[in-house]
Each structure stands twice: as C-alpha cells, then as structure tokens.
C-alpha cells in the first residue's frame, strides 16, 4: 500500500532523528565486563588451554564443513528474520580448494569487513595508559586504531601452536567486533564491499561515521511502540540476531570438528553482540521519551521548529556517552583493584543465574529485559550525573574535556550516595547480561 505523503514526510522527520541520535558503542570494555563472569562460570574457567590455530589453517581444514553449514546458516536467516537482506548468491562460501583467498571468501561469506584484522593476540589491561607501549600495534587489531578506549590495553601476540586459556581467548574475543568488524556494509558507505554484500542502504545510524556504520549489527530495536513502527518500518532491519545465531552456529561446528581454538573465537564474537543488546541504549530509540513525545516533537519540527529536536537527539546521545564512560571508568578500575566484592561484579558473578538459551532469547529476553530498564536508567542518569553533562542540550558531550573525571564529579556533585544509585542502575544491566551470557555460553558447550 502507498504512503500518504504527509505520513511519508513525517516518517522522513523521524527517520532524520534516528539516524542522528544513535551513538554506536555499547558497554566499554566488553573483555573486562566479561572475566569477572566467566573467572565465576567452571564451565569455562576450568577448561585445559587450547592450541591457537591461524584463520587460514582452520578455514582450510574446514573448508567443506563450512561451506554445507554457512548455506544451512542462510536459509535460517533467510526463513526466521522479518527484514533480512539476503546473501547475493555470488558471495555464498564454496569449498573451492584454494587457500590463496580462502581468508577473503570466507569473510565475504558471512559479510564481515574483509579488511577485518583476526589477528592472532589477547588483550589486558596496562596498569599505566601513559607509559610506553608493548606487545601489537593496535592497528594489527583493530581497523579503527585512533580509538581513545585503545590506550587502556595490550595487546599480547600469540601464534599456531602456542596454548592458551579459554577463558582468556573468550574475554579478548567478546569485544573484537567492535574493532572493525560491520564497519561499511551498506551500500552508502562507500565502500566497494558495502557495495556488493546485499544490505542495501544503511537503515538507521550515521552511514558517514566510521562507528556509525555499525549501528544496525548492534543495535535492536525490537520493542518500540506499534505507532512507531508504523512511521519507522526501518527500524526493524536489524541484525543482532544474525550476528549471534552466525557465531553460535560456527561457534558449534568449530568445536565439534576439534577446532576448539576458534570455537572459543567465535563464541566470543557472539557473546559481544547479546551484552550489547542488555544496554538500555541499545534496545530502545530514544530512553526517556514516550511514543506520544517522540511524535509530537517531530510534529514541531515539521511545523519549523527543529530545536525540539535537535535538544532531544543531544540529550540522548550525551546521557548515552555518560553512562558508557562512567560504567567504563569503573570497570577499569574495579579491574585493577581486585574489588570482587563490588555491586557490579557481584552482579557478574552470580553463577546460578543461568537462563535457558533459544533463538528467540536475544529479542524476546534481553532486548524486552533492556528496554524496559531504559526509563528507570534515563531517570538515573539524569538526576545523578553532572547537570550539564546530561541536561543541557547545548553541550556536546565528546568535546568535554573532564568526562573522563565523571565518576568524581557525580561524588563532588551529589555525593557518593549518587554513584551507589548508579551502580544500583547498571547493576541491573549487569545482571541481566549475566543471565543471558551464561545462558548462551552453556547452550554451545552443552548440546
């Protein structure tokens, strides 16, 4: 059925809205939230070391395997997601026996950054971010390497051969994809890839911002109002769940045909992409605005004034940079301290809150979960963080240089009774995130 033109337009309102109140990260530090969880699950930290294997080695094994269970792969997607764009029948992974490209076909195959690093390393925390560096260039690792949240680790090379902990591959692997990974796979990236990988246009995010490509891997919005959908039907083209079920599936095969290394790997991968679904921020458009001002808002603006607009998408954006910056900073320093006894990691270490795992968990569990903490959290972070940080929409957050002093300045603000509210808040994202991780983790090494 056609759209009404004055729908169309106001779609179109609505649709400049998301695409510019969307930041793209989710939690800092996806490998310091996760050791706390998994130093707490047997299930992982007891498992022996395991011997590395080079991508091409473990594709060139599995090269057969890979190229019945990707197919398998395409017709789920293809079967179970409303708004999935199809793999171009050009790009589908065929075990043609040439090792030369097998690297390239196969990141093609599951429509990854073929630029995509997958080196060879783990991550730690460096004690002093200021002191020289050792172990990789961060731009062995990463394809983004100007990234500030770089200077806070090391990266440790490993090769073929070596043995290392699962438990350390896993934590490394589960932030990985926010180094590169679904960075310019639409065709209004500008990329030859983006071009040729099927997605189409960006649906929502910045398609000029190197993170903002990413956003719609990320992201899920699955529980916004019926009215909004109605104006927003893009907002359905999202692709969590492919993300997750692509990983879990090679995550299985991995370790069913002795490859236990990449297993590891790839459980990481899809680990990354259920925690970014537990972020408030993730899981719904804009927190703290109701369908009924989310509307009439976009009404002003098309009546011509933008400026209800414009001070909406700030906020949010500038609350959703302050709640990953002070989670950030007080992981890292929870990290160093040793402090298990913290809210936030007993939060992570709750070992018998494991959550039954099925497809539908990512959207019907941990977006639902996440989305409906979202109010409370936009509650929170306005009452508790500086004022201006959160509440003036004429501050653009990034550009504020004490944001990294947030922690202390909520205690000099409104006391230290404000950062126990704080933690209170994100402790429920953390458990949340726990349950479902675990969840997750136990249904590939239990099947």
């Not at 990141?107 to 991550?123: C, G, M, Q, T, V």
């Not at 490859?259 to 804009?286: A, C, E, I, K, N």
Request: aromatic letters at 10%; hydrophobic letters at 45%.
């Amino acid at each position: 059925m056609k759209k009404h033109p004055a729908l169309k337009f106001f779609a179109s309102i609505l649709v400049a809205i998301v695409l510019a109140a969307l930041p793209t990260l989710a939690w800092e530090h996806h490998s310091l939230i996760t050791k706390p969880l998994l130093s707490s699950m047997p299930l992982v930290s007891s498992q022996p070391p395991v011997e590395v294997v080079a991508l091409e080695d473990f594709l060139t094994a599995m090269e057969p395997v890979l190229e019945t269970k990707l197919a398998e792969e395409e017709q789920w997607a293809r079967n179970t997601m409303e708004a999935y764009a199809p793999l171009p029948d050009a790009l589908a992974f065929r075990a043609t026996g040439d090792p030369s490209d097998i690297r390239k076909r196969f990141f093609e195959a599951i429509r990854i950054n073929p630029d995509s690093r997958a080196a060879l390393y783990l991550s730690e925390l460096v004690e002093d971010p200021e002191a020289p560096r050792t172990g990789l260039d961060p731009a062995a690792v990463t394809l983004v390497p100007g990234s500030s949240e770089l200077k806070q680790f090391r990266f440790l090379p490993i090769a073929p051969g070596d043995k290392v902990s699962p438990l350390e591959v896993l934590c490394t692997a589960s932030h990985e994809p926010d180094y590169g990974l679904d960075i310019g796979l639409f065709v209004d990236n500008g990329t030859d890839f983006g071009a040729r990988y099927g997605f189409g246009e960006q649906p929502f995010g910045d398609p000029d911002l190197v993170y903002g490509s990413q956003a719609p891997f990320h992201m899920g919005f699955y529980h916004e109002s019926p009215l909004v959908f109605l104006f927003a039907a893009y907002l359905k083209a999202t692709y969590p769940e492919f993300r997750i079920h692509l990983y879990k599936t090679l995550a299985e095969t991995a370790f069913d045909h002795g490859q236990d290394y990449w297993g590891w790997r790839f459980m990481g991968w899809g680990l990354h992409h259920v925690m970014d679904l537990s972020m408030p921020y993730h899981s719904t458009v804009l927190p703290g605005y109701s369908t009924f001002k989310m509307l009439f808002i976009n009404l002003l603006s098309i009546l011509g004034y933008p400026q209800y607009v414009d001070d909406a998408l700030q906020l949010v954006s500038n609350r959703h940079m302050a709640l990953e910056r002070f989670q950030g900073i007080q992981f890292v320093r929870l990290t160093r301290s040793g402090d298990a006894a913290h809210p936030l990691m007993r939060a992570l270490q709750q070992a018998d809150a494991v959550a039954a795992y099925n497809d539908a968990v990512p959207r019907e569990e941990v977006a639902r979960q996440s989305n409906a903490l979202a109010g409370e959290m936009n509650t929170i972070l306005t009452e508790y963080m500086p004022h201006r940080f959160v509440n003036d929409p004429g501050v653009e957050l990034g550009e504020e240089s004490d944001l990294d002093q947030v922690v202390e300045l909520v205690v000099s603000d409104h006391g230290p009774e404000a950062v126990e509210s704080l933690n209170v808040a994100i402790g429920k994202t953390m458990t949340l995130l726990n349950t479902y991780a675990r969840g997750y983790i136990t249904s590939i090494l239990v099947n």
